[in-house]
T-cell receptor, first 118, second 112 residues
C-alpha cells in the first residue's frame, strides 16, 4: 500500500462548512495527488504536489485548495462544502527512486475518504 | 483534451474463460499507460504499467498491450478466476509527472 493513509475515512458534513482531508505517507515520496471518484465521471485529478510548498491545479480544482508544508502530509480543503462535492476522495503517490527526483511512474493509491455533503 | 474510454462497462464470464478488456484514448502523445484494479469500497491497485516505447507488459496471468498510434490498449487475463472479479481501470499520462486521465472502468464478474 506504499504506506499511504487517509483521514477521516468517512465524513458527513453540511453545506457551507469547511472540510479538510488528510493524506499521510511514511516513505518520503515527493509526488502526491488528490483525485475524486464519481459515478459516470471516473477518477479526476483535483490537485497535485511535486514537493513541499510545490502544488498545482488539476482538472477539477474549483472549490478546493491544498497545502503541503511537510513531505509526508498533503491536505485537501473544501473551503465551503457543496453537495456537488459529495464523492470518494483518493490520495495517491508516485515513488521516487533513491531519494532523487526521478519518478518510477507507477502510482499507488490510498484507501479513500467517503465524503457526504448534506 | 485527452479522453479515455473503456468498453464494455461491465462484463460477465464463466470461470476459466480468458478476459479481454479494452481501453482507447484520443491523444496518442502519451508518456505511459497504467492498468489498475479496484475492489468495491477499496482504493486502486496498480497491475501493469506500459511505457510509450513499449508494446506490451506481462505479469503472471496478466498481459497488457499498447498500440499508441491507434490509441488502444488491451488487458488480457488468462484463465479467469472468481477472485478476478473487480473493476479494471486504465489511465494515461501525457507527460512525466503522473497526472493521470482515467477511463470509466470495466466491471468484471467471473462466475464459478
Amino acid at each position: 500500500d506504499a504506506g499511504i493513509t487517509q483521514s477521516p475515512r468517512h465524513k458527513v458534513t453540511e453545506t457551507g462548512t469547511p472540510v479538510t482531508l488528510r493524506c499521510h505517507q511514511t516513505e518520503n515520496h515527493r509526488y502526491m495527488y488528490w483525485y475524486r471518484q464519481d459515478p459516470g465521471h471516473g477518477l479526476r485529478l483535483i490537485h497535485y504536489s511535486y514537493g513541499v510548498k510545490d502544488t498545482d491545479k488539476g482538472e477539477v480544482s474549483d472549490g478546493y485548495s491544498v497545502s503541503r508544508s511537510k513531505t509526508e502530509d498533503f491536505l485537501l480543503t473544501l473551503e465551503s462544502a457543496t453537495s456537488s462535492q459529495t464523492s470518494v476522495y483518493f490520495c495517491a503517490i508516485t515513488p521516487t527512486s533513491g531519494g532523487s527526483s526521478v519518478s518510477t511512474d507507477t502510482q499507488y493509491f490510498g484507501p479513500g475518504t467517503r465524503l457526504t455533503v448534506l | 483534451k485527452q479522453e479515455v474510454t473503456q468498453i464494455p462497462a461491465a462484463l460477465s464470464v464463466p470461470e476459466g474463460e480468458n478476459l479481454v478488456l479494452n481501453c482507447s484514448f484520443t491523444d496518442s502523445a502519451i508518456y505511459n499507460l497504467q492498468w489498475f484494479r479496484q475492489d468495491p469500497g477499496k482504493g486502486l491497485t496498480s497491475l501493469l504499467l506500459i511505457q510509450s516505447s513499449q508494446r506490451e507488459q506481462t505479469s503472471g496471468r496478466l498481459n497488457a498491450s499498447l498500440d499508441k498510434s491507434s490509441g488502444r490498449s488491451t488487458l488480457y487475463i488468462a484463465a479467469s478466476q472468481p477472485g478476478d472479479s473487480a473493476t479494471y481501470l486504465c489511465a494515461v499520462d501525457k507527460a512525466a509527472g503522473n497526472k493521470l486521465t482515467f477511463g470509466g472502468g470495466t466491471r468484471v464478474l467471473v462466475k464459478p
